[in-house]
């Protein structure tokens, strides 16, 4: 058995708006490329209630299993 780790090597974000306290977000996160190994590159964007942008971006990471003891 085994556990997938994500390790985040690089993000670049651009901020569009604000997200008030109370306020409702919806996190999408898809992969688009592996690099090279296990290394791949996500696009991540985050919307408020009414599905406007606060932002969006992409990721580099590394997605590896952890053998269990």
């Known amino acids: 058995m085994s556990i997938d780790t994500t390790i985040y090597f690089?993000?670049?974000?651009?901020?569009?708006g604000p997200v008030f306290i109370g306020e409702t977000v919806t996190a999408r996160c898809r992969s688009d490329e592996q690099l090279d190994g296990n290394?791949?590159?996500?696009?991540?964007r985050v919307e408020n209630e009414t599905e406007e942008t606060i932002f969006d971006g992409t990721a580099t990471v590394l997605i590896d299993?952890?053998?269990l003891e």
């Open 10 to 16: 690089s993000q670049s974000l651009e901020f569009y």
């Open 65 to 67: 299993e952890l053998p």
């Open 39 to 44: 290394r791949y590159r996500l696009t991540t």
